[in-house]
C-alpha cells in the first residue's frame, strides 16, 4: 500500500476562552479577515478543520461558530491566492452581501466563492465541506469563469445532489486513500464540478473556452515576468503575440481591458514591495519607476484609488502586521492539532 493523502486537523477546543478565536482568525487569515458577530461569542466560541490533500486540490471540513468573513483587494493582491472554493454547507447557511444584491445559501446548495474577488459574507453556527480549486484546473471546463463569485446551484438541482454525495464521500473515503489515488481522482471531480456550474454544457462551447483561457494564461504570465519593465504596455503586448488591440481587449473584457489589467498588476506588485520588511528603506519614488509609474503623484492617486489608502500608509501597515507576526508565540502545535492546510491553501 502507498503512502496516504496528507490530512491536516486543527481544533479549537482544547484553548481557553478569547484564545480560541484568537487563535482561529490568525489561521483563517491565510484566507480571510474573521470577525465575531458580537464580543460575548469569545468564550463560547469553537472552530475546527478537517482536511485532506488530493493531487492538485484539497477539500477541508470547517465547522465553526458563528462569524463575519471579509476579503478585500489589499489581502487579493498581497497572497496573489488565485483559486476557487466550492461550498457545500451541510449545517448553517451563509448570508452574502454583494453589488448586485444579497444572495442567501442554505445547507444543502453548492456555492462558488472566486478568491481573486472581494467578499463580504456572514455565516450562521455552520458545518461546511470547502473544495478548493486552483482557477487553471477548472476555468477552462466552465462557461464565463470570471462570472462564478457567489453563484449558488440549490440543493434540489441533479447535479447538485450529485456533487454533494461525490464531496461527503470524498472526505469518508479520504483516510484510506493513498496519493496515488487521491490524484486519479481530480479529474473526475472536476468534470463533475464544471457539469454541475455549467448545468447543460455544450463541448464546443467548452473546448473554444479552453482556447481562451490558455491564450489568456500565457499573456498573464508574460505581463507578470515583465511587470518592471516600462516599456510594458497594450501595444507591447498585442505587437509581441501577434494579436489586434481590439481582440486583446476582449481577452482581457473581466479586467476591463488590458491596461487595466496591467496597472493593477503593477499596483499589486508596488504593494508586495512597499510591506516587505526588506524594502522598508526603499523610497517610495523609486518603487514607484520600478513597476513603470513615470512620477510620484500619479502613482499615489492611481494607488489610493485601487486600494483607499496611500502608499505610505501601505507600509506603515505592513510594518505593525511584520511586528505582530514576529511578536507571536510559536505555540505547542499538539494542543490543537495542525495547521498545514494554512500552507495548501498558499501553494494550490
Known sequence: MGELLPHSYFSTDRLEGAEKFQVWRDSVSVLYQADLTSPDQENGFHALTDGYLFGGLSQIRCKASRQHFKRDRMRIDRDGIDHYMIQLFTRG????????????????????????QTLDTTNEDFDLLALFVPRSLLAPHIKDPDHRHYQCVRGDDPFARLLRTHMLELQKQAPRLTTEQGGLIVSPTMNLVAATLNGNPHENEGGEQAIRMAIVTTLKRYIEENIEDPALSPESVAEIFGVSRSRLYKLFQYYDGVASYIRDRRLAHALTLLTDPAQQQRKIIDIALSVGFSGESSFIRAFRRRYGFTPSEARQAGVLHAAREGAAPAGEPDIFGDREWEGWIRTL
Open 93 to 116: 447557511r451563509c448570508h452574502a452581501r454583494t453589488p448586485q444584491g444579497d444572495v442567501i445559501m442554505e445547507a444543502g446548495d453548492i456555492c462558488v466563492f472566486d478568491n481573486a
